[in-house]
T-cell receptor, first 108, second 117 residues
Framework: GIQVEQSPPDLILQEGANSTLRCNFSDSVNNLQWFHQNPWGQLINLFY???GTKQNGRLSATTVATERYSLLYISSSQTTDSGVYFCAVAYNFNKFYFGSGTKLNVKP | DTGVSQDPRHKITKRGQNVTFRCDPISEHNRLYWYRQTLGQGPEFLTY????????KSRLLSDRFSAERPKGSFSTLEIQRTEQGDSAMYLC???????????????FGDGTRLSIL
């Protein structure tokens, strides 16, 4: 299967700080999504980004498929950004392979 | 636009009992996926359907597990003779995959949290 590595595993930020989360994957993919899992366990779609760059408010993501990595940028972090961020990849729109996640704690 | 719906949200049962979960996907989605997530880990793939056909099953899906999608709409996941190790969050996702249409991302339900006593 496809190996997915996320870094850092844990991140503590002061409110207002910026951060970059990284996702490396071991094989060619044509589907990549970033999710935020909130404290209630809900997986929220952030980005569907098999390649290129997208922005949504304070969040943006970039995937360089040829180099097998994706980055998620969080700017001006807020306490509501706390939770676990997952990167998931798939080949041919089949099953997802998830990373182990980055656990983010934003302190007021 | 109603999202993916899962029922129940929580299930507590005694070891050895059978449990069944239901997933209602987004209505126009032809693919339906089941994943399992244990504490501190990312979700792991269990199985997926295209319409009513079950196309792939993970080796995580032992013979105590069975999944169905009889009419290509909702799906059920049954676990027989539950064990302590079955305690997890069971997540369902759906997507639209087509040779003609633009492929869509997977959308996840809120999950069913199973606790085995």
């Amino acid at each position: 299967g496809i190996q997915v590595e996320q870094s850092p595993p844990d991140l503590i930020l002061q409110e207002g700080a910026n951060s970059t989360l990284r996702c490396n994957f071991s094989d060619s993919v044509n589907n990549l999504q970033w999710f935020h899992q909130n404290p209630w366990g809900q997986l929220i779609n952030l980005f569907y980004i098999p390649s290129g760059t997208k922005q949504n408010g304070r969040l943006s993501a970039t995937t360089v498929a040829t180099e097998r990595y994706s980055l998620l940028y969080i700017s001006s972090s807020q306490t509501t950004d706390s939770g676990v961020y997952f990167c998931a990849v798939a080949y041919n729109f089949n099953k997802f392979y998830f990373g182990s996640g980055t656990k983010l704690n934003v302190k007021p | 636009d109603t999202g993916v719906s899962q029922d129940p949200r929580h299930k507590i049962t005694k070891r050895g009992q059978n449990v069944t979960f239901r997933c209602d996907p987004i209505s126009e989605h032809n693919r339906l996926y089941w994943y399992r997530q244990t504490l501190g880990q990312g979700p792991e793939f269990l199985t997926y359907f295209q319409n009513e056909a079950q196309l792939e099953k993970s080796r995580l899906l032992s013979d105590r597990f069975s999944a169905e999608r009889p009419k290509g709409s909702f799906s059920t996941l049954e676990i027989q003779r539950t064990e302590q190790g079955d305690s997890a969050m069971y997540l369902c996702a759906s997507s639209l995959v087509s040779n003609r249409a633009t492929n869509q991302p997977q959308h996840f339900g809120d999950g069913t949290r199973l606790s085995i006593l």
